[in-house]
Nanobody, 120 residues
Framework: QVQLEESGGGSVQAGGSLRLSCAFSGAVFSLYHMGWYRQTPENRRELVAAIISNTTTYPDSMKERFTISKDNAKNTVYLQMSNLQPEETAVYYC???????????????WGQGTQVTVSS
């Protein structure tokens, strides 16, 4: 059973930076697409960044400010975020999926989430 444990969340002022980490265990890390999502206070879950078959992808609004990376030796995926804005306050979740196609995976696992709060 895949387990994901996020860390690195916290409070930061607008314009600040944070790095989130997600430790993966319970399966072969390299077989999984890894991603970060966030759930806003309005209860909307949106993609922040993903590595799909070793290719990174970001929504346009995050492309210049966020970087996702994997360390296969440590079974860990990272999200480096810069120039954070108050509207990006959310719970950030790590996701691992494989099988099927990315949007409709056969195996789909989520971490517990880590809170990121950006103050103005």
């Amino acid at each position: 059973q895949v387990q994901l444990e996020e860390s690195g969340g916290g409070s930061v002022q607008a314009g600040g930076s944070l790095r989130l980490s997600c430790a993966f265990s319970g399966a072969v890390f390299s077989l999984y697409h890894m991603g970060w999502y966030r759930q806003t206070p309005e209860n909307r879950r949106e993609l922040v960044a993903a590595i799909i078959s070793n290719t990174t992808t970001y929504p346009d609004s995050m492309k210049e400010r966020f970087t996702i990376s994997k360390d296969n030796a440590k079974n860990t995926v990272y999200l480096q975020m810069s120039n954070l804005q108050p509207e990006e306050t959310a719970v950030y979740y790590c996701n691992a999926r494989r099988g099927g196609i990315y949007k409709y995976p056969i195996y789909d696992y989520w971490g517990q989430g880590t809170q990121v709060t950006v103050s103005s």
